[in-house]
């Protein structure tokens, strides 16, 4: 039940402060005999590194993940994987000034009235930064589905900058990895390069919505009610740092259409149900279809901006800060390979869960019954 | 970790189908001393009972709550309280031609296909009416939030319904229960009701936003990352049926802002801080900040509509379905009072984690330290 | 995480108190397809109901259990089974003389300190008829299990009462079912009642040592250090009520021997591995071998005994106490099938997580590697 | 509901094999405030450490414990504690000659069964070393306690070494630190310092029973059924590398006792209930009493012996084992240390759950009603 971790046969609990000697994350229940090591986890944190280009935060830092349990040549042993991230570039320097007083829009306040003790150095644990072991769980994740199910593709791209949204018509699969913002259109691409530099340059900040689409998917995930797997999808985006909203499928949309407009219809196939559309996003009574599974979630924008805002200090006294140092202008844009992290950590713990409790789909259409 | 349970001290396990003989819920947890009866629940359950009005189900039933454990001499004794709703109007008989075939939008298809049967009795479990469970602990959930704190007030209200939405403007708390939709705005009332009366007629289907507002809860609730108030509320409004999406503050709109534009700014009161705004919707870091709590969900439309839609049967065969019978023009306005009782539980199970883990908030600005 | 659950994947909630309407289990995570009705379940009830025989507890009732949930047109659906058995025998009047003083042993004391209210009648639900409601589950587990393994054997016996040891050599299966103490040794059971007759003509009571075997297990059921089977199997045990003392195999006597005499060792057979004794009871390192799973538990004697015992009021007065009315000169007898129970859930939901943890075992014995 | 996880609100989840990098636990759910630091914990672990005295594994190790995260200027924050011990001391030579063999007694094969690939180095993580992890978490579970309740002691020592019991009568609490045996008799640490010298030079090994006492613990903890207090012990102790039995006060001998002689009586004394004996072990009903908390586990001897035992090879083949090296005539001495620190976890825990459920105790006994 743990409070800081995360799923039920496949728990993830992360650990760690933003400028602590590490970071990292305990994964417990990983099937045994998946092929993994530190190269692999490491090509998803790069994914994530800041550093790649001006947009995102100027921190650098080796990000190099280890593997210190549960790993025996080359194989995961069915024990606990732990994964540690050294932390090797701090400049704890740049905070010291603001430690008594709270950040608007930051976790300072709530954390320091919670517990009476609030590591104030880059956000302690709320920062961005512990998600760098979320995306390390993501990356065993992913290779754990692959050898469970063939087939199964996490994608997650930008759809929408600040006010700005993608043209639809104009999605390309192949842009994604083409531009600094993971966006699948590529004048898009072109236009919130300037914007965003231009917010850069003012000291100021946006937020961003991100689309996480698992396609490969099979049908059956996801138990009713509670055990729902949009009901965990839900929690496992707004767990992300910054996340103000959750939408499966057409989402907050869904209200305004009737329902003609929104079933869809089902027809047979020689591989069996055929959907007319999709805008269930691929999940049914929190049960999996088969078809696409399609998620967004939106950032807000990042708090540490270079205008003064008015705030009070612990002491109750009325001031003002201003963050300088390191900042992100869009964390929406590392937000990215995070969605993918945990759609791939919902959807293991889900295959888990499913054969678990049922082993395999029982129902069969167009077969005689067994 | 039930799959079918929900809360981590507070816990609530629904049991029970559509047109099973009874339905109800478990609920471990509950702290004992709390004064609750029978007439009380039933007062919540009551608010959601259907055939108020003729917008919503046509199906008429007593919906009598009984306790079956766990109180003694008017108090909770601290041990499970079973709640307990018989089923006495069923009329199976309104489903029993489409007992082969699957409703699209239904979780029919995914139920079939995890589990190889399916009670097709009305939905059986993924009905709307699973939900009576739940309100009737949430309504037990709302007299301990009584017991342990005073002034909680937890309101949910239509925002929107179908492309209609409310107007800001004309936001009047006391017309929330002075009208059949539960709407803050007595003009969107009128409109919404010639509205759906056309829809009703023609036998479409429209969906909703419900909002729901918890003032008076205290600062401290919710525990970093996983353990996030915001996560737990998320999980909460998604595993409704039919919803889709779900947002915190400015929600899916937080993307829109710049951060000067976001930030809630700080200063101090009498009382401790006061917050400018509330683009977080009262929680930041996913601890609450005092400030109201403010979430929406969205609702999709009813699938069970009286025009034909193209579906399979079980045996593969492609056809058509028109459900006839009662159905639901907007289950959005039978959502409202599940979104408060979601709340309340949710509101409860953190008001005992903050206890459990940090006894009392132990930051307290202003004073000097303890 | 619930207090008052059991089980990972099969899980159970008991709730109900002694002399409420009615107690009963939430079963949640029962494979579908299982077949049950109310008569199987009511099968097992009946081995533990009362009456039977003068030396259990003269309380007569019809221990009549229903399915409200999850079963439909005879199989589970997957979705959680509600138990019932409602309360028809009470005559509260017996115990209401004693309802301001804490009964000697019991857990009246420990439930008033920590709730401030307490339901006196019959030990509200810390009574042994609180057991009813796992016999009733426990026949749903071994429903399941069966219809996942063939051949699985789960039966319990008592071999001690009091101070009195059955004779190994002696052990008859068939001897179990034959008399009113389910003892596998004829002569015993015979000098077992001429004790007991005499130990209730003087009110006195004596505990009790049950053993239960599971035969036909399948090597593999069990995760590594805390979610090892025999960790499960004596939390099981030990949650029974006046259970104080918990065993696998050579149990505490495991102490007195040394590293040869206790070890199994293991030759070939045609089936897999063949170990030439049992000392481990079944599991090593917290994983089933396949061997016989043998565990015992030891029950205190009743603390409901017609001596006056010298105790105190709520409000603080020493005062003595006799019990009148009905209680159970040895409990032990009643733990029987209750201990079955318990070891059929347990493995039940091992089997269950073997399944969602790895799929099937993975290392064979013999075979040339897959 | 991790698998490798123990607990509720305090959990941990130990990670790490015996010859990997490192080993360590992962701690949450720590409260705020905890002042603590890495030589306290080395502490506790130092009475665990190997290498003491020549009748504990030879195997020399730093056992140096580091804090990754949680603690920030001296005191935990409420976010996950990272422990962290690396191997210093493998030789992993010692056993690459039976990496194909199955040790009797030991998981090797049953490992091997489930997962299909086994770390033979040394046990992988079902050693004895795992339970450095477990020592380090108690160390921290204990200064936890202390802020929350003075005057808790935790004490485990030896009752028992093979067939050699100490002598009640001759008890002593500060022999306990005076020998390498932790056994509260100087007779016996005399006696049993031959005994074992013997058994260590023929190769053999030997048993043990440990006994944990806890002092000052408040009463009113466990919550009823499956989340007591006995029952979680139960479970900490049998989870514990080699445990067989586990006992609660009288535990298994309770079956030998009339219900007279088991009744603990009770008076009235100053600060509240007197009870006149203790064969309940501090804890009724699953709740904890107020009088010391009393168990006792069993450890069953170590398996590596120097004797040759028959066993069988992964691909079938029947062949004679031999483990040289080092190895440990009687474990149970490493478990004293072990057995106090899974108290104090699971004593904290409840602390915190009993904290979250009810506040503080709501039953006066003697006071008028609030």
């Known amino acids: 039940?743990?409070?800081?971790?995360?799923?039920?046969?496949?728990?993830?609990?992360?650990?760690?402060?933003?400028?602590?000697?590490?970071?990292?994350?305990?994964?417990?229940?990983?099937?045994?005999?998946?092929?993994?090591?530190?190269?692999?986890?490491?090509?998803?944190?790069?994914?994530?590194?800041?550093?790649?280009?001006?947009?995102?935060?100027?921190?650098?830092?080796?990000?190099?993940?280890?593997?210190?349990?549960?790993?025996?040549?080359?194989?995961?042993?069915?024990?606990?994987?732990?994964?540690?991230?050294?932390?090797?570039?701090?400049?704890?320097?740049?905070?010291?000034?603001?430690?008594?007083?709270?950040?608007?829009?930051?976790?300072?306040?709530?954390?320091?009235?919670?517990?009476?003790?609030?590591?104030?150095?880059?956000?302690?644990?709320?920062?961005?930064?512990?998600?760098?072991?979320?995306?390390?769980?993501?990356?065993?994740?992913?290779?754990?589905i692959a050898s469970l199910v063939a087939g199964v593709e996490i994608t997650g791209y930008m759809v929408q900058m600040g006010p700005h949204k993608i043209d639809r018509d104009r999605f390309d699969w192949d842009e994604i990895v083409r531009n600094p913002f993971w966006v699948p259109d590529a004048r898009a691409a072109d236009e919130w390069a300037s914007y965003l530099d231009g917010l850069r340059k003012s000291g100021s900040s946006v937020g961003a919505v991100i689309e996480v689409v698992a396609r490969g998917v099979p049908a059956g995930l996801g138990a009713p009610v509670y055990g729902k797997l949009d009901t965990d999808l839900a929690a496992a985006m707004m767990s992300i740092n910054?996340?103000?909203?959750?939408?499966?499928?057409?989402?907050?949309?869904?209200?305004?259409?009737?329902?003609?407009?929104?079933?869809?219809?089902?027809?047979?196939?020689?591989?069996?149900?055929?959907?007319?559309?999709?805008?269930?996003?691929?999940?049914?009574?929190?049960?999996?279809?088969?078809?696409?599974?399609?998620?967004?979630f939106a950032v807000k924008p990042t708090s540490s901006i270079l205008t003064a805002r008015r705030t009070i200090t612990k002491t109750g006294e009325e001031t003002e800060i201003v963050t300088k140092g390191r900042h992100d202008p869009c964390v929406g844009i590392r937000a990215v390979p995070v969605g993918e992290a945990m759609m791939a950590c919902v959807l293991l713990d889900h295959l888990l869960l499913h054969r678990g409790q049922v082993g395999e789909n029982r129902g069969h259409i167009g077969e005689s019954p067994a």
């Open 1 to 144: 039940m743990s409070i800081n971790s995360f799923g039920h046969l496949f728990r993830v609990t992360t650990w760690g402060e933003s400028h602590g000697p590490a970071l990292g994350a305990t994964v417990d229940g990983c099937p045994p005999g998946v092929a993994i090591d530190e190269a692999t986890l490491q090509h998803w944190l790069d994914k994530r590194k800041p550093g790649q280009n001006k947009f995102t935060t100027q921190r650098r830092e080796a990000d190099a993940v280890k593997i210190l349990s549960g790993v025996f040549e080359g194989q995961t042993t069915g024990t606990p994987v732990q994964l540690m991230i050294e932390n090797t570039d701090q400049r704890s320097k740049d905070y010291s000034e603001i430690k008594d007083k709270f950040r608007p829009g930051h976790a300072d306040i709530t954390y320091f009235q919670k517990y009476g003790i609030r590591d104030y150095r880059g956000g302690g644990r709320s920062s961005a930064r512990e998600t760098a072991a979320r995306v390390a769980a993501g990356g065993l994740a992913r290779a754990a």
């Open 242 to 296: 910054a996340v103000k909203g959750v939408e499966i499928g057409e989402g907050m949309s869904a209200a305004m259409l009737t329902g003609e407009l929104n079933a869809d219809e089902i027809t047979m196939g020689p591989d069996g149900p055929v959907y007319s559309s999709n805008h269930a996003g691929g999940i049914l009574g929190g049960i999996s279809t088969g078809q696409d599974i399609v998620l967004r």
